[in-house]
């Protein structure tokens, strides 16, 4: 049985939203409706499912993370109903599209290396020579620890921009609608933290994302966020 909380639409609503903005063009649909998730709640771990526990497909557009509010946005870009919805969050949060803990997208980087997939890691065609890569072994927290137990580790190399090396001419490269990750120096992780890059037509450029800190989906000047962190890893939808 699947669990749903719609927040503050209705299912008619939805299906009404999804109808209208099916038009638009893919940037202009993902600021829209990213936008429409602003002061949205932050909750952690809203998600059923584990080693030990029967996963479950959770919609919650009421509360957010920072992973779960691209999700929710991604599927919203990709629908013209709310059952088209559904469908669509399967495919994306799960490989294979199977509501099973074992095949959920963990990790950012999932989203482009796991099949099939529905964005492109466009980092190292962005930023060029200032990109950088790791290899990683995903999901080991330090020695016979895991991140997520009952997990295998993921081998993968990483590409990112260290913050230092985003100037004017990469975010110049940047799409509204892209995911970005924050890189993380933790050998078993590729991101801490996603969200969602904005140029606005002023030339006002955001990252708009769910915060832990502020409690709720927010959006911040881009530079001055990145530049506080270790880097970027730059997600592209596949239109």
Known sequence: ?????????SY????????????????????FISS????????????????????????NLKEVDCFTYIDYVQAMSMSKSFDDLKEKLR????????????????FFTDWAY???????????????ESTKKKEKLLNLKKESILYLEGL?????????????????????????????????????LDVSHVGIFIKKDDG???FRHAS??????VEQDFLRYISKTPGIVVLRGIK
Do not use: C
């Open 212 to 217: 832990s800190f502020k409690k709720k989906v």
């Open 152 to 188: 295998p580790l993921i081998k993968r190399t990483i590409y990112y921009i260290p913050s230092e090396r985003v100037n004017k001419s990469i975010i110049n490269s940047l799409n509204t609608g892209d995911f970005i990750g924050i890189y993380s120096h933790e050998k078993g």
């Open 114 to 128: 796991s099949k099939p997939s529905f964005v492109t890691d466009v980092t190292s065609l962005i930023g060029m």
């Open 204 to 206: 006002k450029t955001l």
């Open 36 to 59: 429409l998730f602003i002061s949205t709640p932050y909750k952690g771990n809203t998600l059923i499912g584990s080693k030990d526990v029967k996963e479950i497909l959770v919609i």
């Open 1 to 9: 049985m699947d669990i749903v909380n719609t927040g503050k639409w």
């Open 12 to 31: 008619e609503e939805i299906d009404t939203l999804l109808i209208e903005t099916s038009t638009l063009d893919y940037q202009k649909r993902i600021d």
């Open 91 to 106: 495919a994306i949060r799960y490989k294979d599209a199977e509501v099973d803990f074992f095949k959920r997208r963990h």
